[in-house]
């Protein structure tokens, strides 16, 4: 299966939607299309053995659209370039259309006319000044119309120009057989400047329109703006200035002060203060040595280094960030199926609507019924355009998911996004996620050192020397056998046993028992190093004394774990981590907002109590297992609460992956962030509550958006009918219509970009 994203030319509203998706979904082989209105784009899944790139073009252009699937590889300023010149040609379009049709209007519209040059009063004048507008300026309306009643489908176009046409063809047939009208009792005007400022008002709603739905993808632009256009690569021993898609994995690539770094890669030679806040949102420079990994498109604040490329094109963060976006951008909330249904149905029941709004009116309007019957009929087709309905959702999702991605956090699709705003707890991993994962040694103790100590009564200074020599022991073992294993706090012991200038020992046998420790073999001594669970499964007795220095430990937050050799406790190694800077504000941020918070670590429960009292009153979950995280949250999922799951690591990718939301650390594992829903690349734990606030905030937006489309719809579509003339005197007019739908559009797309301006909980 594959997945590929490619521009349509020619859409306008949910209908042309709803048209594609379902033309595209026909395609034997594929297995899900997703068209988005505000992106103009089509995000197909499919199975390559089956389905051509022609066969995906056809599926669109039987249904009167354009597929760019050639331009798939387009760089995006290359198809903003293109966009431009359409809005460009569109604008043009625009102006002579309202023009043209303002001087037919100064030539026919009572209280105008008489004001206006006898030529501008001319029929056959008029014929010639509306017939560009027509059949030029509104030639899309035609090449998107012919092709969808081919295959018996409509939409909006179908309506403009059935709308439009008629109000033409009318006009003309007026305009030769002046005599042949008047003689049905009907005035011999034409209706030309109907036509004409319909085209031209719809024109230039389009462009406002484009204008404004190119602010929501202005999160992308600045993305791909960040990126740097070349790169000074070391090869047969000169320094060369080259582009950068010509980097290859492996170039050594050297960055001077003030420059972008090319692509993402690892310091071989020097050091710097690196400014990363295009992905994290820090502000404050990060110092980076030798063995560092650098990220593409960050900033050289000072010092000059050299570093070895690992990741280029598709495969750098940044691209990654991009991608990320650009698919959550043009997927579909599950909110918007409502909008979807009903503009399914939309413009056939319209067309039928305006035909009965025709026969209502030629058979029961009194004088001048025909034209009452066209005019009327004409103004339902304009106004019903469901243009509004389409954009309500993907534009409020654009600018929300690029707000976020602003601010460091990546939002995968538009569904997670309106998922997060019924969020009401979160679970936060401890190791990795609450602390900064880096925890270090603080305490070794030999425990028969002590306990001979006490049978003995030796001197302070004999103690000591043999303290000094057991914890040596103590360590050298517990690095020794922990140097196979992968977990953080084994890395402290690692870590601690090279700072004391220790030489470790080969160890056969190695197992990592998940949630409780290692074992292997040093020689002849068979070593256990893990946690109070394991030396209840292998049956180590634990007395008192031990005890009571287990519990001091751990009161002071500490994590203590216990080491034995040939089934003899032989001592304690504590290990502490700090909670993060943001830790402690990410968690007040939460409780404030009336959101409970909970704390899952593998960590016995005093130690887990001791952390949680640095941050707040929250709930711990503790000595639970990784396989077990899963099964916790959906404990709490059968309380009947909506669980965001905050983790970094590879075990809590099925915790991540069950939560309603999935929330991973930008610094964790490729899998975790795969699992996730949303991605916290800025590494600030208060982004958790900048993403529930985020999607309140975009499910607000789109709630109004759809009420005023649908409100829209509702009101004036009967108004347009002709229902309050009866009993008011009132009509629409098919140029008044025209606008209104216009700015309904127009409306909802500026609505959406005022989400730019909320301020995160950051």
């Given amino acids: 299966m594959e997945k590929k994203t490619f521009s349509i030319k020619g859409m306008h509203c949910a209908s042309c939607v709803n048209v594609l998706e379902r033309s595209l979904k026909k395609v034997d082989g594929v297995t899900d299309a997703v068209v988005n209105l505000a992106t103009e784009k089509a995000t197909v899944s499919y199975d390559s053995q089956k389905v051509t790139d022609n066969q995906l073009e056809s599926a669109v252009s039987s249904v009167g659209y354009k597929a760019m699937l050639q331009d798939e590889a387009m760089h995006e300023d290359e198809d903003q370039k293109e966009k431009q010149k359409e809005q460009q040609a569109l604008k043009i379009k625009v102006i002579v259309s309202l023009v043209l049709g303002g001087l037919i209007l100064w030539g026919s519209f009572p209280g ?45 176009d179908t309506l403009v120009a059935i709308g439009t046409t008629v109000a033409y063809v009318y006009s003309a047939f007026v305009t030769f057989y002046p005599q042949l009208v008047k003689n049905l009792g009907i005035d011999p005007m034409p209706y ?31 993305l791909i703006g960040l990126q740097a256009k070349t790169a000074r690569v070391l090869r047969d021993g000169k320094e060369i200035d080259i582009p950068i898609e010509e980097v290859q994995i492996g170039d050594v690539i050297r960055v001077r002060p003030g420059e972008k770094i090319p692509v993402d890669g690892v310091i071989s030679e020097g050091e710097s203060a690196i400014d990363e806040s ?94 009452f019957a066209m005019l009327n009929t004409i ?36 569904a997670s996004l309106e998922i997060a705003q019924k969020i009401d707890t979160v679970i936060f991993d401890k190791t990795g996620t609450l602390t900064n994962g880096k925890p270090e040694v603080t305490d070794v103790v030999p425990v028969f050192v002590i306990a001979r100590s006490i049978a003995t009564k030796q001197s302070h200074k004999e103690i000591a020397a043999l303290l000094t020599v057991a914890r040596n022991d103590i360590l050298r073992l517990a690095a020794s056998i922990e140097k196979g294993s992968e977990h953080s706090l084994a890395e402290a012991i690692v870590k601690k046993a090279d ?19 290692v074992e292997g073999a040093i020689g002849k001594q068979k070593i256990l190093f893990g946690n109070r669970r394991l030396m209840k499964k292998e049956k180590i007795e634990i007395v008192k004394f031990v005890q009571d220095d287990i519990e001091r430990l751990e009161n002071e937050g500490k994590t203590v774990m216990l080491i034995t050799v040939n089934q003899k406790l032989a001592g304690l190694i504590a290990v502490a981590d700090t909670l993060k800077d943001s830790a ?3 968690v007040k941020i939460l409780q404030a907002m009336k959101i409970e918070v909970v704390m899952i670590t593998g960590d016995n429960s005093r130690t887990a109590q001791a952390i949680a009292k640095q941050l707040g009153n929250i709930r711990v979950l503790a000595e639970v297992l990784p396989e077990e995280k899963e099964k916790e949250v959906k404990k709490i999922q059968a309380e009947g609460k909506s669980v965001a799951f905050v983790g970094d690591g590879i075990n809590d990718a099925p915790a991540l992956a069950a939560a309603n939301v999935g929330i991973a650390m930008g610094t964790g594992t490729d899998v975790a962030i795969e699992a996730a829903d949303i991605t916290l690349i800025n590494k600030n734990l208060a982004s958790v509550a900048g993403a529930i606030q ?11 958006n759809l009420f005023w489309a649908f409100g829209y719809n509702i009101v004036l579509v009967p108004v347009a009918a002709g229902v309050l003339y009866p009993f008011f005197g009132i009509l629409l007019s098919p140029i008044f219509a025209s606008f209104a739908m216009a700015m309904s559009s127009i409306s909802v797309v500026g609505n959406s970009l005022l989400l730019k301006r909320v301020k995160l909980l950051l």
Wanted: proline share 3%; glycine share 10%; hydrophobic share 50%.
């Fill in 112 to 156: 105008l006319m008489e004001t206006a040059p006898d030529i501008l009063k001319n029929f056959l004048v008029q014929l010639i000044l509306a017939t560009p507008v027509q059949f030029w300026a509104g030639l899309a309306f035609y090449q998107a119309t012919l092709p969808a009643l081919r295959h018996r489908t409509a939409n909006m």
């Fill in 499 to 517: 700072e004391d200038g220790l030489k470790l020992t080969k160890v056969t046998g190695f197992k990592a028992i998940a949630g409780h420790g």
């Fill in 694 to 704: 985020l999607s309140k905030k975009t499910m607000r937006t789109i709630k109004i």
């Fill in 379 to 414: 103004g339902v087709l304009i106004i019903a355009c469901p243009c509004a309905m389409g954009l309500a959702t993907p534009t409020a999702i654009m600018v929300g998911t690029g707000k976020g991605a602003e601010h460091g956090i990546l939002i995968k699709d538009a």
């Fill in 584 to 586: 402690k504000e990410g």
């Fill in 192 to 222: 030309f400047d109907t036509s004409t400022i319909i085209i031209g008002l719809i024109l230039l709603g389009r462009y406002f329109e484009a204008k404004a739905k190119a602010g929501t993808s202005a999160a992308i632009k600045k």
């Fill in 278 to 371: 295009m992905i994290t949102g820090e502000s404050i420079p990060v110092d980076k040595v030798r063995g560092d990994t650098v990220v593409g498109a960050t900033f050289n604040k000072a010092g000059t280094f050299l570093y070895k490329a690992n990741k280029i094109g598709q495969d750098t963060m940044l691209s990654q960030i991009i991608k990320l976006v650009q698919e959550a951008q043009g997927s579909k909330a599950p909110i918007q199926r409502l909008a979807d249904v009903i503009s399914a149905y939309f413009v056939p029941v319209v067309i039928m609507l305006a035909i009965a709004t025709f026969v209502a009116w030629y058979i029961f309007g009194t004088q001048s019924a025909f034209l």
